[in-house]
């Protein structure tokens, strides 16, 4: 069993890590859905390399933002030597905030643009 554990939805990726962070654990963070499984690794609370499918650093941990439904699990592991990830935990979740902003925006643009469309 992991240290804690829990469904998104209830919570969501950006709050676990914005707990972890200062609770400065090392350790892996497993999320998973019906269709995938990503894994953030933390050294002392800072995001240190993510992975989901065949994506690695911010990238990733980026798409990882974007889970809703699904599993998630924090197990204590020793440090992983792959670093993918060197910007702060803080800056990584405000700039994934902000691409998921992005997102929504355009896919909003592109739904009115469709239903403005004559049939």
């Not at 990830?85 to 997102?103: C, K, P, V, W, Y």
């Amino acid at each position: 069993p992991g240290l804690f554990a829990g469904q998104l939805g209830a919570i969501d990726v950006t709050k676990i890590l914005s707990m972890l962070e200062p609770l400065r654990l090392t350790g892996t963070l497993t999320i998973s859905d019906d269709k995938r499984e990503g894994k953030v690794y933390f050294v002392e609370g800072s995001a240190w390399h993510a992975e989901l499918s065949d994506i690695q650093g911010p990238d990733a941990l980026f798409l990882l933002f974007h889970m809703r439904s699904g599993d998630f699990r924090f197990d204590l592991a020793p440090p992983t030597q792959h670093q993918t990830i060197l910007a702060n935990t803080m800056g990584l979740l405000l700039e994934g905030l902000r691409q998921m902003d992005e997102a929504k925006t355009i896919i909003k643009r592109l739904k009115d643009r469709r239903d403005s469309q004559p049939a």
